[in-house]
């Protein structure tokens, strides 16, 4: 899931105002130069630096996360949902995720948590260098999670980041709180 500069630039207008809104436009444009992996990692390094300096924690958060809500591609969806319609529950249904390596292939699940793990950094920009990263770059993979399980569960979920690669951890690390009433399938009547 390499970095999209125009899906980062699209939230910043809308969440970041003022001085700090115009100084990450002005950086989003060094993305598009650089044509090495290691290049284009400085310049999202750059990036990120930047939005931690400008941009309480907040609004970083939802920035990142959108851009992870819309990195997630239909196919995937697609699938998850596919694989939603042949599962039994939700206990079958991550097992099916699992071997399909859809979201780690470690998806498992503790009362209404779902614990998420990668073992190694699935974000192309990030993995293809030693640049290291500001963890708030880690939040779009909140995101990428977030919309893969509202879109599977037909409801809203909460995503946490545990500890990332990125922070010196040995593995991502993720949980996604579901509703106390959340049912793979709707009963009928």
């Not at 969440?15 to 090495?36: F, H, S």
């Amino acid at each position: 899931m390499p970095f999209r500069a125009e899906n980062f630039k699209e939230h910043v207008k809308l969440l970041v105002q003022g001085p700090a809104k115009d100084k990450l436009m002005r950086i989003i444009e060094e993305y598009r130069n650089p044509a090495t992996p290691g290049q284009k990692a400085i310049a999202i390094h750059n990036i990120m630096d930047l939005l931690d300096r400008e941009v309480e924690s907040e609004t970083r958060r939802k920035i990142m996360e959108a851009c992870g809500r819309r990195c997630i591609g239909d196919s995937i969806l697609m699938k998850a949902l596919k694989l939603k319609s042949q599962s039994a529950d939700l206990d079958d249904l991550l097992i099916r995720l699992n071997e399909a390596r859809i979201g780690g292939s470690l998806l498992r699940r503790e009362g209404n948590v779902i614990f998420a793990e990668y073992h190694k950094c699935h974000c192309g920009s990030v993995s293809r260098t030693k640049t290291e990263f500001s963890p708030t770059y880690c939040y779009c993979s909140c995101g990428w999670f977030r919309r893969l399980f509202e879109t599977i569960l037909e409801k809203p979920v909460t995503v946490v980041l545990l500890g990332s690669i990125i922070q010196g951890y040995s593995h991502c690390r993720f949980k996604i709180y579901l509703r106390k009433s959340t049912r793979l399938h709707q009963r009928t009547k």
